[in-house]
């Protein structure tokens, strides 16, 4: 076999593959469901071809100019369409079924979260003065609002924004790394936001002052509560996999769990983000509290819904595999 002989015989499959990944350009789904299965063939076989040139041909000219196209065709066959889709499948499906594929883990987050709230609001009408001892300094204000909800002037709404939406982060992301300490800092994490929460909801109602909570937290409390929520499941799933390993090592255990809920916990960034642009902007007098509350609510709603959605079609696929 010589150099000249092998590229008569090969160089028309290179040369389609060569025109498709012109075809194709940075977008090989161009090409359409058949194109792609075709340039997956043509890569492969190129590959092989480049393996044979390499052992028979180190020296000829052919080897350097298979090597490009065959390295052209990888970056579009793996690299840049692997990446691309990666990020907008895990934008538009996987983030939604990593959260809806362990009801387990997010019936125990909204129960932490939920039933130290409902104690506390309980506690908070039945003894307000004990009540308002847990109160930090800084959310004294949330348990006593003025009638008429914050009115801030854009500047003061922005900064305050900001320090809102890092807070937020702060209380997911604590939630979330909490599950390296077996998930008991997690559970802290969400019993004391809740039982915070709630106390601070009763003190406010029991004072008179509901409608103007609702007015201060309608708006983002429902989405933030879901982020914490989220972020509670991760650290869960992090701590299981360090009290039930299986039988895995706890380090291995960990690693695997470690991704996962790592995606969770950066899929909810963006929503956090949300929540701090809602409380800054959102609660103050400007808004009717009917618009405030439906703005939380129908956030709320998507987000969930996406969760239903999305998590649904998994679950659909996992029992139709079985």
Known sequence: ??????????????????????????????????????????????????????RRF????????????????????YARAGRRASVWAFLSRGYWRRLAERPAFLAAAWALL??????????????????????????????????????????????????????????????????????????YALFFNGLLLGTIAGLAIDGGNGIAFLRLVSSHGPLEISCIVVGGVAGLRLGWSLIRPGPLRRGTSLRREARQAVELAAGTVP???????LEGFATG???????QTALGFSLFGLFWGLVFWRGRQKVARDLARR
Do not use: H
Not at 30 to 36: I, P, T
Not at 58 to 77: F, H, M, W, Y
Not at 271 to 277: K, P, Y
């Open 58 to 77: 180190p020296q000829d000219p052919l080897t350097p100019r298979l090597e490009a196209l065959v390295l052209r065709a990888r970056a579009s066959v």
């Open 114 to 187: 939920l039933v130290p709230a409902g104690l506390g609001a309980l506690w908070a009408v039945l003894d307000a003065p004990a009540a308002a001892g847990l109160i930090p300094g800084e959310f004294a204000a949330a348990a006593d609002p003025p009638p008429e909800g914050r009115d801030y002037d854009a500047a003061t709404a922005s900064a305050f924004s900001f320090q809102v939406m890092l807070n937020n982060i702060q209380v997911t992301l604590v939630a979330f790394a909490g599950g390296i300490a077996f998930g008991a800092l997690t559970v």
């Open 1 to 54: 076999m010589t150099p000249e002989r092998f590229a008569a015989e090969r160089g028309p499959a290179w040369s389609e593959l060569e025109a498709a990944l012109k075809r194709a350009g940075d977008r090989p789904e161009r090409l359409g469901r058949d194109g792609v299965r075709r340039l997956g063939a043509l890569y492969r076989a190129a590959a092989a071809d480049l393996a044979f040139a390499r």
């Open 271 to 277: 929503w956090l983000v949300a929540c701090g642009f």
């Open 285 to 291: 007098p400007e808004l009717p509290v009917a618009v």
